[in-house]
């Protein structure tokens, strides 16, 4: 089954609504978090579960044709094993809250610009990354709202070429000076939450936000501050590791 066949879906739109289910529904929670800044989403994790969002997340997941997992299977497995039938055992565990991440198998690429250096990365399970992609798709209208625009990291249809840009412009209306900051090795020394897990707090609740977090805490628990501008309320964090499994 080719990635490129989308989800079903009627052709046009009425009223500037999309007729595509997945993006009306991406619509709906960015104006619904855009209108209510303070809002709470209480009813999310329901949306992940859908068929037509799995499927757009298999759509993405293939497209990128990513390595295999700490299970060893591939994109074209997945393909034989048949897709529909495994976002439809993929529905169940996660309506039945039978679903568990398995650990990200841990591999080691020369790090950009920094001689004798490697930077490890983490390659989830396909079926993984399926799930992933559908919470992304969900939440990421809901935190989009809140972002300014000076803000182009890992954001829709944004790139550092619009950051660099943004320079350039500045540059030309007289701006002279360049402040560029980093944290040397941050994820490799200190803990950390993901973004969901931190923003959280301020925007789904209840057992939803709980399970909304769940495909993004990887096992290994790591002691960090309690209170910090990105890590409030985090008395702890998990790093991911290739040899356990998460307890939840």
């Not at 759509?59 to 976002?87: F, M, Q, Y």
């Not at 169940?92 to 950009?112: F, N, T």
């Not at 209208?141 to 300014?148: G, M, N, S, T």
């Amino acid at each position: 089954m080719s990635a490129g066949q989308a989800s079903p879906a009627a052709s046009g739109s009425v009223r500037g609504v999309p007729a595509d289910p997945v993006r009306a529904l991406q619509h709906a929670l960015y104006r619904a978090a855009k209108a209510d800044p303070g809002r709470r989403f209480h009813a999310l994790y329901d949306k992940v579960c859908r068929s037509d969002v799995l499927w757009r997340a298999w759509v993405a997941v293939r497209s990128n044709n990513g390595a295999p997992g700490i299970d060893k299977i591939t994109l074209a497995a997945v393909e034989e094993h048949g897709v529909t039938r495994l976002l439809d055992e993929l529905a169940a565990e996660l309506k039945e809250g039978r679903y568990r991440p398995m650990p990200a198998r841990r591999v080691y690429i020369p790090k950009p610009g920094v001689r004798d250096e490697q930077r490890p990365l983490s390659i989830p399970s396909v079926r993984d990354r399926i799930v992933q992609a559908a919470v992304k798709i969900v939440l990421e209208p809901v935190f989009e709202a809140d972002f300014l625009p000076c803000s182009f990291g890992f954001r829709p249809k944004r790139s550092a070429h619009d950051a660099l840009q943004v320079l350039i412009d500045e540059c030309w209306r007289g701006r002279r000076w360049v402040v560029e900051t980093d944290i040397a090795s941050c994820l490799d020394a200190c803990s950390h939450c993901s973004s969901v897990n931190c923003l959280c707090q301020n925007r789904p609740s209840g057992g939803a936000g709980i399970s909304m977090r769940r495909p993004f805490l990887l096992p290994v628990r790591v002691r960090t501050a309690l209170r910090s501008p990105r890590l409030t309320f985090c008395k702890t964090a998990w790093r991911e590791t290739p040899s356990a499994r998460l307890a939840w």
